[in-house]
């Protein structure tokens, strides 16, 4: 048993509804460790998990987060890993979370784990999603939301692996940001006028083969309809909510395909060795500052406050993330 004075706390659904309780520490199973978890954050995942995970009875909120190991369960050595610091996924709004070590981002003993809290969910989102253009040869590619915490990391790591992106947001001054600082050749607003017609002229000089949407209704099925033979859709996101469509006949005649990228799924399907390569980069290029990765933290809050920060957060959403503290909880 993990001797500690306070309980656990979290963000739990009880009764078809998510309340702040208090109830026992959890405790690690065989293969798992107890995180005392430091920090979490919110993401448009934890708005979906809001809505559909209500009626799941004992459900704790929070994608991800950041913490300490704390006690180990059977089979894993408690000297080489109690104290160490990770990342993990899922049930981050909680003082403690039991999770599997092979599940974890190790970080090094002086990483500040302020940084860690978003270590998980766009990092290997954005790791699998190049990786799936990579693996379809992909020379250029295409991003719809390109204002996004998730899509900003994307771009950075395809320049690193020598891809090309085209970024497709909605506001001039994001067109501004990604010109300026992220230094991208290709950023168009789709509210401009003469948008199709620039993007035309963009997809003839690169020739892209994939096309990441995350935003639904007409845009996607129409920038899709002006991709190269056999391009593909990655569909892993619906920010707008709204149903996408896309164009029967060119889709047909182009032979072009649109699958689903969920996170979990592809890091089930990766090799061992391949998983490891991306953990170790992640972690790598967070301890070095998160030049990839990294997330820009706009607000901090306390976990007893989450309900009122959760439209608050998604209203600031281009600005940066919203971190969730829980040394203090
Ligand atoms: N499939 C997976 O496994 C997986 C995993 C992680 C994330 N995701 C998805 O990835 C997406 C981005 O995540 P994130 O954490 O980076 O989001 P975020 O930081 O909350 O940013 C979303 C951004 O998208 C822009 N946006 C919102 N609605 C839009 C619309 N209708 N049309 C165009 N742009 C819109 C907004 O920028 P402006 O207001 O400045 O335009 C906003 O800043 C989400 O859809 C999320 O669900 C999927």
């Known amino acids: 048993m993990v001797e500690s004075e ?14 702040f309780v208090e109830e026992a520490i ?8 107890l995180i005392r978890v430091h ?3 919110i993401n448009p995942f934890d708005r979906l998990c809001l809505m559909r995970e209500r009626g799941n009875e004992g459900f704790i909120m929070g994608s991800e987060g950041s913490g300490v190991i704390q006690a180990v369960g059977e089979g894993i050595d408690s000297s080489q890993w109690v104290g160490k610091k990770v990342g993990f ?3 981050g709004w909680a003082r403690y979370v039991a999770k599997p070590l092979a599940s974890l981002v190790v970080f090094k003993d002086d990483f500040d784990l302020k940084n860690g809290a ?18 379809h040869g992909a020379k250029a590619v295409i991003i719809l939301a390109a204002s996004s915490s998730l899509a900003k990391q994307l771009i950075r790591l395809a320049q690193l692996r020598g891809v090309i992106t085209i970024n497709i947001v909605r506001k001039d001054e994001n067109v501004k940001e990604l010109q300026e600082t992220f230094g991208v050749e290709h950023a168009l607003n789709q509210t401009s006028p ?3 017609t620039d993007l035309e002229a963009v997809i003839a000089k690169t020739q892209p083969t994939v096309l990441y949407e995350c ?20 569909v892993y996101g619906s920010l707008s909510s709204q149903t996408f469509t896309v164009k029967g006949v060119q889709f047909r005649w182009l032979d072009q395909s649109i699958t689903g990228f969920v996170l979990h799924r592809w890091l089930a399907a990766i090799s061992a060795d391949e998983r490891k390569q991306w953990f170790e980069l992640v972690a790598k290029d967070l301890e070095e500052g998160g030049k990839i990765f990294g997330s820009k933290i706009i607000k901090v809050i306390s976990l007893s406050d989450w309900e009122k920060n959760v439209a608050e957060a998604e209203a600031a959403a281009t600005q940066g993330k919203y971190l969730i503290n829980l040394l203090d909880a």
Do not use: H, W
């Open 39 to 41: 920090y979490s954050t």
């Open 194 to 196: 003469t948008f199709y």
């Open 6 to 19: 306070k309980q656990q706390l979290a963000v739990k659904s009880q009764g078809g509804q998510f309340k």
């Open 26 to 33: 959890p405790q690690p199973g065989p293969g798992q460790v």
């Open 89 to 91: 996924i899922g049930n």
């Open 118 to 135: 978003n270590s998980y969910i766009n990092p290997f989102t954005v790791a699998g999603l190049l990786d799936y253009g990579l693996k």
């Open 215 to 234: 935003v639904g209704g007409d845009l996607p099925g129409e920038v899709f309809s002006r991709m190269p033979a056999q391009s593909s859709m990655v």
